[in-house]
């Protein structure tokens, strides 16, 4: 999905992890919530509140899910599912823009 139509924009970004993740709040016509951003090279640690499918729209990430020991790496045009209340680690390999569907 490299568009969302018919949407409203929170303008206030979500800033997490010092400012390597960066994103703003959207909400669909139909009422579903998203959120679109940035993660910049790094580390991280996320964890859900509500279950979340993570499309990729640039760059690369490798991914450790909840309960794997080992690491998945997507790209652009991917996408992967966590499951609420969990928690999954994430290495962007450049800058990765996703967009974050919330189940």
């Known amino acids: 999905m490299s568009t969302l139509d018919n949407v409203s924009v929170t303008a206030n970004a979500n800033i997490y992890f010092d400012g390597k993740c960066v994103s703003h709040t959207v909400v669909c016509a ?27 729209a640039a760059g690369r990430c490798r991914v450790r899910l909840p309960g794997a020991s080992g690491w998945q790496e997507f ?24 967009i974050c569907h919330f189940g």
């Not at 910049?40 to 640690?45: D, G, R």
């Not at 992967?80 to 990765?96: C, G, K, M, N, Q």
């Open 75 to 98: 790209g652009a045009g991917q996408q992967f599912a966590v499951a609420a209340t969990a928690s999954f680690d994430i290495e962007t390999l450049d800058t990765l823009s996703y």
């Open 30 to 56: 139909d009422g579903s919530r998203k959120s679109v951003g940035v993660i910049f090279p790094s580390t991280l640690t996320f964890s859900t509140g509500a279950p979340e499918i993570m499309e990729i």
